[in-house]
T-cell receptor, first 114, second 113 residues
Framework: EAGVAQSPRYKIIEKRQSVAFWCNPI?????LYWYQQILGQGPKLLIQ????????DSQLPKDRFSAERLKGVDSTLKIQPAKLEDSAVYLC????????????FGPGTRLTVT | GNSVTQMEGPVTLSEEAFLTINCTYT??????LFWYVQYPGEGLQLLLK?????DKGSNKGFEATYRKETTSFHLEKGSVQVSDSAVYFC????????????FGAGTRLFVKA
């Protein structure tokens, strides 16, 4: 069974530039999560989708971050404009709707903002 | 608010030593508790879970018991191997007001041969 796919794996940009990350969840997983993991900290939930609807985006900095999940499958997370403090690993995870306890994580995208 | 506190790392042990990684939590309601592991270069993987007080989660020789009276969920293993070297994250999912996973900061474990 294929796991959660993310791309790119690494990205370096300058502050004030924009960047986008892509995630393809495990087939059949209706719930998709984006986490931000700053070095030395645990992952922090940014946004959670159920199919293509947002369940929780309370910790998403909406002035610069946006996410979408068209057609309820792939998802894109965008940052515009980026700040130095956005340097982190961005993790995507997915699960069945009634199995929030069983989240499967992708390898992450490491973003460096200079 | 809801939070998870783990012991700071890194933890360095020799092979076959006993492992304990402490985890305590603060939560409203009755959360479910988890340990995730992140091996070098890989994504997080669920290691074990416990969904109610006094439950014991176990997997791959690791164990953790949900202690409501001490709000703890310490991870233990009787004999660690070099292959257990990884970062371990304690986490909770609160069961009130929606399901949001809250992670601790992680504890890095090094096991020497």
């Amino acid at each position: 069974e294929a796991g959660v796919a993310q791309s790119p794996r690494y990205k370096i940009i300058e502050k004030r530039q924009s960047v986008a990350f892509w995630c393809n969840p495990i087939s059949g997983h209706a719930t998709l999560y984006w986490y931000q993991q700053i070095l030395g900290q645990g992952p922090k939930l940014l946004i959670q989708f159920q199919n293509n609807g947002v369940v929780d985006d309370s910790q998403l900095p909406k002035d610069r971050f946006s996410a979408e999940r068209l057609k309820g499958v792939d998802s894109t997370l965008k940052i515009q404009p980026a700040k130095l403090e956005d340097s982190a690993v961005y993790l995507c995870a997915s699960s069945f709707p009634k199995a929030v306890y069983e989240q499967y994580f992708g390898p992450g995208t490491r973003l460096t903002v200079t | 608010g809801n939070s998870v506190t783990q012991m700071e790392g890194p933890v360095t042990l020799s092979e076959e030593a006993f492992l304990t990684i402490n985890c305590t939590y603060t939560a409203t309601g009755y959360p479910s508790l988890f340990w995730y592991v992140q091996y070098p270069g890989e994504g997080l993987q669920l290691l074990l879970k416990a969904t109610k007080a006094d439950d014991k989660g176990s997997n791959k020789g690791f164990e953790a018991t949900y202690r409501k009276e001490t709000t703890s969920f310490h991870l233990e293993k009787g004999s660690v191997q070099v292959s257990d070297s990884a970062v371990y994250f304690c986490a909770l999912i609160r069961n009130t007001g929606g399901f949001k996973t809250i992670f601790g900061a992680g504890t890095r474990l090094f096991v020497k041969a």
